[in-house]
């Protein structure tokens, strides 16, 4: 598998950066360019680096998400070239959704939903289907891609397999601790592919968050919600990302970061329980100008302790008392 790996991030021209490839023993530079023969080659190296762990499939687009976030593992540039890297894939056919539902809920699909649409976004461990309910009801279908709980087993027991390696032959592998970091990233996705897990998340959260002013979750249909499927309200939306349609319908831009900011600080350090995926992608603004939060399978939680630290250090910086974050860290 990891030969595979090589060999597919060396076909896309993102094994190793330029500077360093030009450093390769002879042999090795002849290597690379035999695997880049046929391949269509893109002058920037972030779009090289995102569609190579793309083709490797959904655990492999999972660890560049993590390591976007590890510079200190994989160096700064290469990790803000991370940071593009879409989690977006082919969806799956209708006959393997509706399958899914049926088997994890007991009952086809005719019997919980009088319509169910064609896939509306498709991502590495589930994608979202419309569906509208026998009372009247839209709501939001995600399912779990078939098998992808075992193709996560066995590409984390390879990503566990290297980082042994790196920390039995190197000593800069051992002090960065990649075990721990593989450790970390499969704790990770074991939670995020058990969608009651994220079910839970969201019904905590909403408790925590029901007086906040300009913040919305949708709410859980538990009815229709397992192991592999989650139901929740529809919420008609514009996704963070798409700046200029926002400001097209006239939202206040401004007003729209401080709720982005003051949610986030509220949920961290008033609950100690906080989405911990907030990009673009998993935010959108409501008719109503609310920010509605999507997509809960990756959360934090922070002790009372770590909270009032947190507190601390932003109050710090603030207020532009540097002497009392030095001392709080």
Do not use: C
Request: no cysteine; aromatic share 8%.
């Amino acid at each position: 598998r990891l030969m595979r790996a090589g060999f597919t991030l060396a076909r896309h021209g993102a094994l190793l950066p330029p500077d360093q490839t030009a450093q390769l023993p002879w042999l090795a530079r002849k290597f690379l360019a035999l695997a880049q023969i046929g391949s269509h080659d893109s002058p920037d190296q972030s779009n090289r680096i995102s569609s190579a762990l793309s083709a490797l499939g959904p655990s492999y687009i999972k660890l560049g998400q993590f390591l976007a976030t590890r510079p200190d593992v994989i160096g700064a540039k290469r990790a803000f070239e991370l940071k593009v890297l879409q989690d977006k894939l082919p969806p799956f056919s209708m006959t393997e959704a509706r399958a899914s539902v049926q088997e994890d809920l007991g009952k086809p699909v005719e019997h919980f939903f009088s319509s169910f649409s064609e896939p509306v976004a498709a991502a590495s461990v589930a994608q979202v289907h419309k569906a509208t309910t026998h009372d009247g009801r839209t709501v939001a279908v995600k399912i779990l891609r078939p098998g992808v709980e075992k193709r996560f087993a066995a590409d984390i027991d390879s990503f566990g397999f290297a980082a042994r390696l790196m920390e039995g032959f190197s000593a800069e592998g051992r002090r960065l601790r990649p075990v721990a970091a593989v450790a970390m990233l499969e704790q990770s996705m074991k939670l995020e592919l058990d969608l009651r897990m994220e079910a839970s998340a969201i019904a905590e959260m909403a408790e925590n968050a029901r007086d906040d002013p300009g913040f919305r979750l949708p709410a859980v249909d538990w009815a229709t919600t397992s192991r592999r499927v989650l139901t929740t309200e529809w919420i008609d939306g514009i996704s963070l990302a798409d700046v200029e349609a926002i400001r097209a319908r006239g939202i206040d831009l401004v007003a729209l970061g401080d709720t982005v900011i003051q949610s986030f600080l509220r949920h961290a350090i008033r609950d100690g329980f906080f989405h911990a995926d907030m990009h673009q992608g998993n935010l959108m603004v409501d008719g109503a100008g609310h920010l509605v939060a999507l997509d809960f399978g990756i959360m934090g939680r922070l002790a009372p302790k770590d909270r009032l630290f947190l507190a601390e250090i932003l109050h710090g910086f603030i207020t532009r008392n540097y002497k009392r974050v030095a001392q709080v860290h």
